[in-house]
C-alpha cells in the first residue's frame, strides 16, 4: 500500500506544471544544494592554494616595508635575507619555546596561554599576544641593519595589520606598510597611497630623553618634525587609530623592551 501511495505521490509531482509551487521549491532547494556543494568543495581543494597565496603576500609584504622588494622577482627566494625570530614581547628577548618558521601571532593572541586580557587598550585590539614573529635583516657583516616588526589596531571600520620597519638603532623608522584592512577608499585606504608611507621614512620613535614622541596628526607636535607624521586627508579617525597602534606597540606594552635592548646592542 505505501509504495503505491509513494508512486502516486511522484506521478502526481511530475505531472504538475512546471511552475506549481512544488516543483519551484524542489528546483530551487537541488540548486542551493548543489551550488553550495561546489562551492564547498572548491574551497577544501583551492585552501592549500590559498595559504600558499597569503605567505607570499605577507611575504612581500616585508620586502617592501623593508625596501628589498623588486617587481617580478622571485619572493620565496628574497625573503630567505630575512631571520624570522619569536620575541617575547615582556623581555625584549627571542625565545626558542616556539618554531619562529611555524608560529602563528593571530592564534597565540587567541591563546588564553599565550596571550593577555588587555585594560589598557589604545589599539583596540583586545587580547595581545605575548610572543610576537619578528624579523632581521642582517648586513654582509652580519650584524643586524632592519627589524620589521608586525603591528596591528582599530582603525575606523576594521582592524589595520601590518608591519613597521626600523634601524639597528632602534628608534629610526625605516618605513611603515599596512597589508590587511577595511578602511574607506579614497580617504582611510589612503594608509597605502605611496606618498602617504614615504613619510615614514626617517622618523624618529623617542626623543634623547627616551620619551616616546612619534605621532600622527594634523599639526606638527612641540618634539618637532622629526616625530611627526602628517594626518590622512578626510580621514581623522583612521589616523587617530594609525597613531594609537603605532605608539600602543611602539611603547611599553609593546616592543620597548626589546627595542631598548636592540639599541644597547644587547640583541
Given amino acids: ?85 619569536v620575541l617575547e614581547l615582556t623581555t625584549g628577548r627571542f625565545t626558542d619555546q616556539f618554531d619562529a618558521a611555524t608560529f602563528d601571532d593571530k592564534a597565540a593572541a587567541n591563546d588564553a596561554d599565550l596571550s593577555r586580557a588587555l585594560d589598557d587598550d589604545p589599539a583596540g585590539i583586545g587580547r595581545q599576544a605575548l610572543y610576537r614573529t619578528v624579523y632581521l635583516l642582517r648586513d654582509e657583516a652580519g650584524g ?18 601590518g608591519f613597521i620597519a626600523v634601524e639597528e638603532n632602534g628608534n629610526d623608522i625605516f618605513g611603515l606598510q599596512f597589508y590587511q584592512h577595511g578602511e574607506t577608499p579614497g580617504l582611510g585606504a589612503e594608509v597605502d597611497n605611496p606618498r602617504w608611507k614615504a613619510m615614514w621614512n626617517g622618523k624618529k620613535l623617542r626623543d634623547d630623553a627616551g620619551d616616546l614622541q612619534i605621532t600622527v596628526a594634523k599639526s606638527q607636535p612641540a618634539a618637532g618634525a622629526d616625530f611627526y607624521v602628517d594626518a590622512l586627508a578626510g580621514a581623522t579617525l583612521t589616523s587617530v587609530g594609525v597613531d594609537n597602534l603605532v605608539r600602543f606597540w611602539m611603547g611599553e606594552q609593546g616592543y620597548a623592551p626589546f627595542l631598548e635592548a636592540l639599541k644597547a646592542g644587547e640583541i
Avoid at 627589524?147 to 595589520?161: A, E, N, R
Fill in 144 to 161: 643586524i641593519d632592519k627589524v620589521i616588526l608586525p603591528i596591528h589596531g582599530y582603525g575606523l571600520w576594521s582592524t589595520l595589520y
Fill in 1 to 85: 500500500m505505501s509504495e503505491t501511495q509513494s508512486k502516486g505521490l511522484i506521478a502526481r509531482f511530475l505531472a504538475a506544471p512546471p511552475d506549481s509551487v512544488g516543483k519551484t521549491i524542489f528546483v530551487a532547494v537541488a540548486v542551493c544544494l548543489v551550488a553550495s556543494m561546489i562551492v564547498s568543495s572548491a574551497a577544501v581543494a583551492l585552501r592549500p592554494v590559498q595559504e600558499v597565496n597569503k605567505l607570499k603576500d605577507k611575504q612581500m609584504n616585508i620586502l617592501q616595508v623593508a625596501g628589498l622588494f623588486e617587481p617580478g622577482q622571485n619572493v620565496a627566494e628574497a625573503f630567505k635575507a630575512f631571520e624570522p625570530q
